[in-house]
């Protein structure tokens, strides 16, 4: 009955993504199951890419030849159960408040000895030339699939983190660049949407935010890979015309930050997919 549902919904999913030109009302009907299609996990390739993910945590590499097995995620070396639920967060050994991908820069640096450089070297896979996920990206995917199932809770304790989520909030909502644009003017409205696209309101609706939070790292399905926040904030940053936003950056954590909250107690659903 699954299968069954899943090869109508699969069939669905390729007739749409096959014909991008049909009529609007048509492809009004469409997206809807195939929204419907996306939340149907036996068919998420995003499960593989955490299972690539896996094997790059366990094994080692690196200057260090050292696996990440010991990188402390926040709740403890090696424990990975929930640590992304309870991220972004302050760390003492870096001295920053790290979300996931950062994380992995800093444990990748001081455990296996990789240069920075080199690990930022390429942190995007690029779905235009046929690429496939990048090593941080199957790494990111693994480990927040770890808390699958576990509420969105980042800690608020430290003030660094309380500073991470104040100009988060800041970010979000002052307008820069030469577009005037921020976040707010594309995020901040109830129903706002670009053609198909709902845009989410993650400044005042709790909902969409955590309908959002809680499936990144995400399988989309246009870009046919696994896609992470930082490469949505890269992208959003993008639209806005700003300088690039450098991966891991405070300014891409303190976003990160700012959604977290705002998508606190929702339970994540991972690996996620979206179109
Ligand atoms: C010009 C309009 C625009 C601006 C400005 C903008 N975004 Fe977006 N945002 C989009 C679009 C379009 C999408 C893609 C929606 C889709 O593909 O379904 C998106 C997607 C997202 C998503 C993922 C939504 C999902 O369904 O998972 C997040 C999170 C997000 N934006 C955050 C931000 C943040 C943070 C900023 C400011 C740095 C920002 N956006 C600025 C247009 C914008």
New binding site residues.
């Given amino acids: 009955m699954k299968f069954e549902n899943t090869g109508r919904k699969a069939l669905a999913l390729a007739v749409l993504l096959a014909l991008p030109g049909l009529a609007s009302a048509q492809q009004m009907v469409n997206a809807e199951e195939y929204r419907a299609a996306l939340q149907d996990k036996f068919a998420n390739p995003g499960t593989m890419v955490a299972d690539r993910g896996e094997e790059l945590l366990k094994t080692p590499r690196g200057p260090k030849n050292a696996s990440l097995e010991k990188c402390d995620f926040g709740l403890g070396a090696g424990k990975l159960e929930g640590a992304y639920a309870q991220l972004p967060r302050y760390f003492k050994d870096s001295n920053k408040v790290e979300d996931l991908e950062s994380r992995l820069v800093t444990c990748m640096v001081n455990l296996q000895g990789f240069s920075s450089a080199e690990v930022l070297k390429k942190v995007f896979g690029d779905h235009t030339k046929n690429e496939s996920n990048t090593d941080i990206e199957a790494l990111a995917m693994y480990v927040a699939s770890k808390s699958d199932g576990v509420k969105i809770d980042p800690p608020l304790q430290h003030a660094r983190e309380k500073e991470a989520l104040k100009v988060g909030e800041a970010?979000?909502s002052t307008r820069h660049g030469p577009m005037d644009?921020?976040?707010a003017?594309?995020?901040a409205q109830d129903g706002k949407r670009?053609r198909l696209?709902?845009?989410?309101n993650?400044a005042g609706n709790k909902a969409n935010a955590q309908a959002?939070m809680k499936?990144?790292p995400?399988y989309r399905v246009s870009h046919g890979m696994v896609r992470t926040l930082q490469s949505?904030?890269w992208d959003?940053?993008w639209?806005?015309r700003l300088p690039d936003l450098a991966y891991g950056s405070p300014g891409s954590v303190a976003?990160i930050s700012f959604?977290s909250h705002q998508a606190k107690g929702a339970a994540l659903d991972l690996p996620g997919m979206?179109?």
């Fill in positions: 970010l979000f644009f921020s976040c003017t594309c995020h670009i696209q709902e845009l989410g993650y959002t499936t990144w995400t949505r904030m959003c940053n639209q806005m976003l959604l979206k179109r």
